[in-house]
């Protein structure tokens, strides 16, 4: 993604406020995608094409913004992403399994 | 917008996770509009045609929508939106004028 | 809204990509109410205290900065909305009604 | 995740259409860090404490939501991420280099 935003001179439009606004363009996107759906079905239905692929595209999309905006701020996404799963892990203890 | 809705049958599609998933779409366009223009010149270029209609087609569209949810939850917007006025200027007092 | 954000000074941090990101953390405050509402249930519940008043705050918090973006832009937001409804109303054709 | 979800029995709150709420409950939460920053700024802003580790955090918050929802509808998201990029570098071509 380096690369690809370097080779094009798109650097200098990757400010954190502007790569968030793009996520939330995705991100609605993707909303758009699912909004009619009946909530019990909207899996089901998304499992299957031709949403599968659309919704593949559109996680996708956000996910790349998203990747992009951590690079802009140097944050180590992965570690972060670790973090706070072990920081929920704590937040929210398990139920005891029984026996 | 209720006689819209009901002439074409869309009630049952007017749950509110639905419509607010709606609006989301709706924002998000209204972001990509503006994603990429310089923080500084936004106001400008978004002032002036062909950015202008656009503008105010994707915050109608938002309007609309968040009008639609008020009122599936039997919400009275005007009154709610002053109580929130009236209440932010409790929370955030203006500073004394001089003099 | 003018004088409360004139009397505080606050007119300079209205950039339009500033006002649509605060009307994005509007938008996330409302879809977390509803987040993990059973779909089916959503309308009752939403109407219902307590919930009832969150949900008329954050609507009313999201109208706010969609109000302050269409005076920051100089759109009359309600002529738009207007315009927007009649152009729903071309594209989307009610079916005749039987007899 | 899916351990974590299923030791607290949070799978059957986890439909499409509840993910993706909550993903943009926490694309708010993100935006609130930004709305208010000088544009020119934030990135170097959001590079120091305190807002580097609240970015990082609600980044995170985004990140695993989109993973939950590519895990919920059976997604790679790795592989169509990686698609998309691929896609990308086809649509929007780089500019020769001189030489």
Chains 1, 2, 3, 4 share one sequence.
Do not use: C
């Not at 919704?55 to 670790?82: P, T």
Request: proline fraction near 6%.
């Amino acid at each position: 993604m380096r690369a690809f935003a370097a080779e094009r001179n798109w650097n200098s439009y990757h400010d954190p406020k502007s790569v968030i606004l793009a996520l939330v363009g995705e991100v609605g996107e993707l909303a758009e995608l699912f909004q009619w759906l009946p909530a019990g079905a909207a899996r089901e239905l998304a499992g299957a094409e031709p949403l599968r692929t659309r919704a593949s595209e559109e996680i996708s999309d956000v996910l790349l913004y998203l990747i992009l905006l951590a690079d802009v701020l140097g944050i180590d996404l992965a570690a972060s992403a670790q973090a706070k799963l072990d920081d929920n892990a704590r937040r929210y203890p398990a139920p005891a399994s029984p026996g």
